[in-house]
């Protein structure tokens, strides 16, 4: 199975900053690496699918990059509603399988 | 615009089955693969399994023994069956849709999750 490994497991940053979450692979997969968006209580929300492209109606704020084995989401201009718990996700192989999560928090 | 919407006791015994449903609406539930995910509390997302209408099904190993998925497209519902529970098992639940395969395998759709507590 793949392990998808995400860092930093929380990070504080303020409105206006830019921040970025970095995903790494166990194994090569190429650019099948998805970014979702989860705030409490809610289901996760795709921003980023093929490492790079932008899902409908996200905005262009999110940006994704990445193959093989590395990846990163970067978040320029944070918005407070940004303030959630990202996750990225494999989708090269079954059993698809995602990262801890990374915590983004108002510092 | 899809919706979805998962449904099922909030409550099971260890041991016994855990069965759930989710109702497909405002769209098709042919033509698209259909995912279980779970997010135990305060925890990450954990994929369980996909299926297809024409029944393909993709499923976790760890789960495979213990683990079926339906689908009834009269009712535009699709259904999770997990046996033998223990509190492992307990998590919100949610249904998705996807992999959509025309962009990068994603689940595009999900349901509000069900909470499922496993104890006696």
């Known amino acids: 199975d793949i392990q998808m490994t995400q860092s930093p497991p929380s990070l504080s940053a303020s409105v206006g900053d830019r921040v970025t979450i970095t995903c790494r692979a166990s194994?090569?997969?190429?650019?099948?690496l998805n970014w979702y968006q989860q705030k409490p209580g809610k289901a996760p929300k795709v921003l980023i699918f093929g490492s790079s492209s932008l899902q409908s109606g996200v905005p262009p704020r999110f940006s994704g990059s990445g193959s093989g084995t590395d990846f990163t989401l970067s978040i320029i201009s944070l918005q407070p509603e940004d303030f959630a718990t990202y996750y990225c996700?494999?989708?090269?192989?079954?059993?698809?399988?995602f990262g801890q999560g990374t915590k983004l928090e108002i510092k | 615009q899809v919706q979805l919407q998962e449904s099922g006791p909030g409550l099971v015994k260890p041991s016994e089955t855990l069965s759930l449903t989710c109702t497909v609406s405002?769209?098709?539930?042919?033509?698209?693969?259909w995912t279980w995910i779970r997010q135990p509390p305060g925890k990450g997302l954990e994929w369980i399994g996909h299926?297809?209408?024409?029944?393909?099904?993709n499923y976790d190993p760890s789960l495979m023994s213990r683990l079926s998925m339906s689908i009834d497209t009269s009712r535009s519902q699709f259904s999770l069956s997990l046996g033998s529970v223990t509190a492992a098992d307990t998590a919100i639940y949610y249904c998705?849709?996807?992999?959509?395969?025309?962009?990068?395998?994603?689940?595009?759709?999900w349901g509000q999750g069900t909470l499922v507590t496993v104890s006696s």
């Open positions: 405002g769209g098709s539930i042919t033509n698209y693969y």
């Open positions: 194994q090569n997969i190429d650019n099948y």
């Open positions: 299926f297809h209408y024409t029944g393909t099904t």
């Open positions: 996700q494999q989708s090269y192989t079954t059993p698809y399988s």
């Open positions: 998705a849709r996807g992999p959509i395969t025309t962009t990068g395998y994603i689940f595009d759709s």
